[in-house]
């Protein structure tokens, strides 16, 4: 009798306690707190939380915990979200603590906050450079490492590799399986299509409709896989670069059907397209209506338009931002749409994440038409109307154009490599020319072999201009594969599967025999090219001297008080002796130079024999 009355108060107990723990374990899952947890150690001592639990709004909230205090308790009109500064001392250590959340004396929910420890030199970490090449991928159409995540139960769209608009697989376990590939290429920066969850219906494999902006997509893998890919490229000496998006979100996101505010989106009522005119941001001329539309105006029916002149929109993305820096280890950002973001917000940002990250790189994806328009946006940049955007670098997309135009059109005034030289006549726009991004293709434009007419000579010009002008050369995936797609014909057809990314492709890219012929000698001349650049100074920071385009042949020197490297586009479809006199400033004390791409010397400098559609980069040598 003792025993069973023993065993039944055992069971009393033990049933109490798992109700207990039901109960707490249910209180905590029922509340969502952002960021999820930060750091010590930080620059800005204070935080803001981000609360979202039913009837929340109505509660008290307690925490004890040494130098960490709540200074403000923030109620924003909605019940269901409450947002909490906290001032985090110096004092603060790692650790975690409870927010408990209560109505009298009644706790309704509880969330066990972690404080983490900051890593030394954390804030001291470099940012990209002009010493590095980036190389742009997307990782749904990278490869395929991880068969299990293809398809996840509660995510809306499957894979189907069939469908050149929807998910393939690919996954950051298969950039982490080729992280050999980028260095066999030369390559030492990855940026990573966003990684984000997009719980879209459609469309979710480019990733620029998020869903949730603190958790990588379960298609791709985890938050720890993400960490664990940066760790192992900072281990094979890769820099990693987060594509990050701020001016809008995808509908399906667990906002859409309770915002934290009525002026979270910018809401029309109508649903109102932007009029993708970014010039009228800075035009001096433009009409409010226009710069309204383009601001506020959505970017597709699909992405909601934050509104980041709402304080709270913009904290929440200001320390998101700063969260995943610090939490994976990023060594750069690209910013999505750019010019379509608030402005006085955008400044703000990167003034914050200076304040934290002083030496970071950020680059910022104005696509615009002209040089004017897209230098307004790079820090320093003496604009009229006294704008300073702190924005380090951005995207040369009037270049951009300028390549793909130049090798397809007979030469001219104005006409071919005229229009390179133009192009660069103009850096007296920019603050600093060194600090674009040039490309001739990326994941919303003409692949280029496609755009120049599959002509190998001609892409051979284009990328040994990409890899030797002034700026950060950015590559994308399969370019040197001469991958082809027409952006006319569907995105999806300018973001094809990598070559062997997939068990059962017939044939793998990532070696030598899968590639034909033709691949490997594009590859040869890209990896040459981005190795010998790796470690040549002068074609990374020296100056730039050009001269005028005369009969097709446009010749330009990257040079320092050191070095000096010659590069000369003929685009000619006959072959032409080039005569070297007028070029004598750039070339005296100079004797004789190597040929990088042929390893051929030149024993003689007064006349150079070029191939038809063809490039030279020629390292100079001094008399000796």
Request: net charge negative; glycine share 6%.
């Amino acid at each position: 009798m003792i025993r069973l009355r023993n065993s039944m108060t055992m069971a009393i107990m033990l049933l109490l306690f798992l109700a207990s723990t039901q109960l707490r374990a249910g209180s905590t899952a029922s509340i969502r707190v952002e960021p999820p947890f930060w750091w010590n150690g930080m620059a800005s001592h204070e935080l803001q939380l981000m609360v979202s639990a039913k009837d929340v709004a109505a509660m008290q909230v307690e925490l004890n915990y040494p130098d960490v205090v709540v200074s403000e308790i923030i109620q924003v009109g909605n019940p269901d979200f409450l947002f909490i500064n906290l001032r985090i001392g110096d004092e603060a250590t790692a650790g975690r603590f409870e927010l408990r959340f209560l109505k009298g004396k009644k706790q309704h929910y509880v969330y066990s906050y972690e404080l983490k420890e900051r890593k030394p030199g954390s804030a001291a970490r470099r940012g990209f450079d002009n010493s590095d090449v980036i190389y742009l991928l997307m990782p749904d159409r990278f490869a395929n490492g991880d068969l299990s995540n293809d398809n996840i139960s509660w995510m809306r769209e499957k894979a189907d590799r069939s469908n050149p608009n929807g998910r393939h697989g690919g996954d950051l376990k298969g950039i982490e399986d080729h992280l050999d590939y980028f260095s066999e290429l030369g390559v030492n920066t990855l940026w990573l299509n966003p990684v984000l969850e997009n719980n879209m219906p459609a469309y979710s494999y480019h990733g620029y409709a998020i869903t949730d902006f603190y958790q990588v997509d379960a298609r791709f893998g985890s938050n720890e896989d993400y960490v664990r890919l940066t760790e192992k490229a900072h281990k094979n000496g890769l820099k990693m670069v987060m594509d990050m998006v701020f001016n809008h979100y995808g509908t399906s996101h667990w906002w859409t059907d309770n915002l934290p505010m009525k002026d979270w989106n910018n809401v029309w009522p109508e649903f109102t397209r932007s009029n993708y005119r970014g010039g009228a941001i800075m035009d001096p001329n433009a009409s409010e209506y226009d710069k309204n539309k383009m601001l506020k105006g959505w970017f597709d029916t699909s992405m909601a338009d934050l509104n980041q002149a709402n304080p709270y929109v913009a904290r929440y993305l200001i320390q998101n931002s700063i969260w995943w820096i610090e939490y994976v280890g990023l060594d750069g950002i690209r910013m999505d749409t750019y010019p379509y973001s608030d402005k006085d917000f955008m400044v703000s940002w990167m003034k914050a994440l200076k304040a934290e990250y002083p030496h970071f790189s950020v680059v910022g994806e104005v696509w615009l038409n002209t040089p004017p328009q897209v230098a307004y946006w790079q820090d320093n940049t003496n604009n009229g109307d006294g704008f300073q955007s702190q924005l380090p670098y951005v995207f040369s997309f009037p270049l951009k154009y300028a390549i793909t135009d130049a090798f397809n059109e007979d030469n001219g005034w104005s006409s071919g490599v005229a229009k390179l030289y133009e192009s660069l006549s103009v850096d007296y726009l920019f603050a600093d020319p060194l600090k674009t991004v040039t490309f001739a293709d990326n994941h919303d434009a003409d692949r280029i072999f496609s755009r120049l007419g599959e002509d190998l000579n001609k892409f051979k010009m284009a990328m040994g201009f990409v890899l030797t002008v002034r700026g950060v050369p950015q590559i994308y995936y399969g370019t040197e594969l001469l991958m082809t797609g027409l952006e006319h014909e569907g995105h999806g057809f300018i973001r094809k599967d990598f070559p062997g990314g997939w068990t059962g492709d017939p044939a793998s890219a990532f070696t030598r025999d899968g590639r034909s012929d033709e691949q490997n000698q594009a590859w040869d001349f890209m990896s040459r090219l981005i190795k010998w650049r790796s470690s040549n100074r002068v074609v990374q920071t020296g100056k730039t001297t050009h001269y005028i385009p005369d009969d097709g042949i446009y010749v330009y020197f990257r040079h320092d008080e050191k070095a000096s490297v010659m590069v000369i586009l003929n685009n000619n479809k006959s072959a032409k002796k080039l005569h070297t006199e007028r070029f004598s400033e750039s070339m005296n004390g100079y004797a004789h130079g190597v040929d990088v791409i042929s390893r051929t010397v030149l024993t003689s400098l007064s006349t150079i024999d070029l191939e038809p559609m063809s490039v030279h980069i020629i390292e100079l040598k001094r008399t000796k």
